[in-house]
């Protein structure tokens, strides 16, 4: 910046005014979300991974931020050796040990990822599954431990509450507030 002369000293002032820009850039499915931000036309698109009875013992709890304390998925009551199925139609994307208890994903499609642990995988990272095939048995390890197995649900890698795919869920429907 410089300065104008006269009789006196005025500095010249520029004045900068920013507009801010919004550039959107996340991935989001075709059709509309649901209230825990599963897409409409995957609502109850899977199936359970056992065989019935299906008791939920632990349900999907939201962290209150991604990296807060949640339980991210639902814990089905099943005991060790029981087969475990195939929720969806998918790509094995991961099988092998996290921590101490090994894991099995499957990558679908619509942006979805089934995550099922404790399993001893009878496929690999690779193998096409159908709804319905065997994949595995319940194994030990993890919080589970030969108890229960843990289903969790991303969609576009945030996690979802598997319960919407399974149909257990209703949509949300926002109404208008009363005067």
Do not use: K
């Not at 005025?10 to 075709?30: E, N, Q, R």
């Amino acid at each position: 910046m410089g300065t104008l002369s006269g009789r006196g000293r005025v500095a010249a002032v520029i004045l900068v005014v920013a507009v801010p820009t919004i550039i959107l850039c996340a991935p989001a499915p075709a059709a509309a979300e649901t209230g825990d931000g599963t897409s409409a036309d995957t609502a109850g698109a899977w199936e359970w991974p056992i065989a019935a009875p299906h008791q939920v013992q632990r349900p999907f709890e939201a962290p209150p931020t991604p990296y807060s304390a949640g339980h991210r998925g639902i814990d089905l009551a099943a005991p060790s050796g029981r087969a475990v199925l195939a929720a969806a139609d998918g790509v094995v994307s991961f099988s092998g040990f996290v921590v101490d208890r090994p894991v099995l994903s499957v990558r679908h499609d619509g942006g979805l990822v089934s995550s099922i642990e404790p399993v001893a995988a009878t496929v690999a990272a690779g193998d096409a599954v159908r709804t319905g095939d065997v994949i595995g048995v319940v194994a030990s390890g993890g919080h589970c431990d030969g108890r229960c197995v843990h289903l969790g649900a991303r969609l576009y890698g945030e996690y979802v509450n598997p319960m919407a795919l399974l149909g257990l869920l209703p949509n949300a429907v926002l109404l208008p507030l009363g005067r």
